[in-house]
């Protein structure tokens, strides 16, 4: 299955140590130009 604009997906954003990090949901936007799987991507979060 492909990946879509509006799809949720989990991503591992990473903390501020940049080492690690926690797989969260995310909204795929667009994806962008090239030859890479780059995606611009919206990180979902309940707090305010």
Known sequence: MGKKPGQVVLFSFP???LKS???????LIEKLPGPHDDWLI???TSRF
């Open 42 to 44: 919206c990180m979902i």
């Open 21 to 27: 990090g926690k797989l969260r949901p995310a909204l």
């Open 15 to 17: 903390k501020t140590n």
